[in-house]
């Protein structure tokens, strides 16, 4: 099969190009490298079936001629990450509606699948635990940033729902919890590679608000089988599927795991959320899927725990600390001869 990953050189697109590979599959990624980088995908570049292309998904006749050649869309490029949309709101309402847009309307002309990537961000403050996909979405006011990626996001739900509905286009909406793993960056605010690597460094473990806030946090690996079966299942077509672990965690508790299974020395601290956002800012109490839904689509079940998952991210962080240390210590040599 043939696929279309738009943020492919992201966090979980780069893993999924890279097991839609192994499996023999030809993959073609766009991706403009706002959030993404060519460091997640240049072990790809030596594949004959990898093919890469770092524009933006707004180039329509690129996205056009990208669409034609695929079987399978799998819309994941959007502004991610809660310190990047709180910084910049209005690329964030842009990139997720028209960029929706644009892929629905240039997969729609052949009728190709799209699977758009959703986040459990859309179920907002709801208190309703677990958040089921037919309940409520709770968000708060237009005046706090926050909500616009929820909003967004929603609005980009609606917009692939409507396709199907009124253009019998082919969609999966997937809302996506807390993924982690290898190569996401913590630079967008991302609370576990933060964690990590503040434990690596012997730097203070920063936890926002009380801590006592929860989430359930699913490996990378896993989110990718669930959405594989997804696509591969014509019942899912037309759904909106929740996709996560349901071993929930405190940041409090997420940050001593994190401490104990780096043997780091780091002290843990407690940053109040004006400080660490901006004033006003507003979190999730408890974030917790429920799986019913994709385990009766799909009997999937997330297998990774997240011990395992921690380790896994720590081994990167090492690994590109080592390599990183292999880099400057070459380049030291180099100078050092030259001068001698
Ligand atoms: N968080 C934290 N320290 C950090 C980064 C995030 O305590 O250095 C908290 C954040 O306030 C939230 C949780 O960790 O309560 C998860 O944050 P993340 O941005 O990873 O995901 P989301 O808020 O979208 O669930």
Excluded at 1 to 24: C, D, P, W, Y
Excluded at 168 to 183: D, E, S
Excluded at 211 to 227: H, K, L, M
């Amino acid at each position: 099969m043939r696929h279309l990953i738009t943020g492919g050189a992201g966090f979980i697109g780069s893993h999924l190009a890279e097991t839609l590979l192994a499996r023999g599959d030809e993959v073609f990624i766009l991706d403009d490298l706002s959030t993404g980088s060519v460091e997640n995908v240049r072990h790809l570049k030596i594949n004959q079936r990898f093919h890469h292309f770092f524009d933006s998904i707004m180039n329509k006749q690129l996205l056009a001629e990208l669409v034609d050649e695929s079987d399978v869309i799998f819309h994941l490029a959007a502004a991610v990450g809660v310190r990047l949309i709180v910084e910049s709101p209005v690329r964030t309402i842009e990139t997720n509606v028209y960029g929706t847009q644009l892929v629905l309307d240039a997969a729609s002309k052949k009728k190709k699948l799209v699977l758009i990537a959703s986040t459990s961000e859309v179920y907002g403050k709801s208190d309703k635990v677990p958040f089921r996909e037919d309940a409520d979405l709770v968000l708060g006011p237009t005046t706090k940033g926050r909500w616009s990626y929820a909003a967004s996001k929603a609005l980009d739900e609606f917009l692939a729902l409507s396709y199907w509905k009124e253009r019998q286009q082919p969609v999966i909406v997937v809302r996506l919890f807390n993924t982690v793993g290898p190569r996401q960056t913590g630079r967008y605010g991302m609370v576990l590679p933060n964690f990590v690597r503040q434990a690596l460094e012997g730097a203070p473990i920063t936890v926002f608000g009380s801590g006592q806030q929860s989430r359930c946090f699913c490996d990378v690996c896993d989110t990718i089988r669930a959405i594989l079966l997804l696509i591969a299942n014509d019942r899912a077509v037309g759904e909106v599927v929740n996709i996560g672990s349901t071993e929930e965690i405190s940041m409090e508790g997420l940050a001593r795991i994190v401490k104990q299974r780096t043997k780091s020395e780091s002290p843990i601290t407690y940053i109040p959320y004006d400080q660490a956002y901006e004033p006003g800012f507003e979190d999730m109490p408890r974030r917790v899927p429920s799986l019913e839904k994709l385990e009766s689509l799909t009997a999937f079940r997330p297998a990774t725990p997240l011990s395992e998952i921690v380790d896994r991210v720590a081994a990167h962080f090492q690994k590109d600390a080592n390599a990183e240390m292999m880099r400057t210590s070459h380049s030291v040599s180099a100078l050092a001869a030259s001068e001698s």
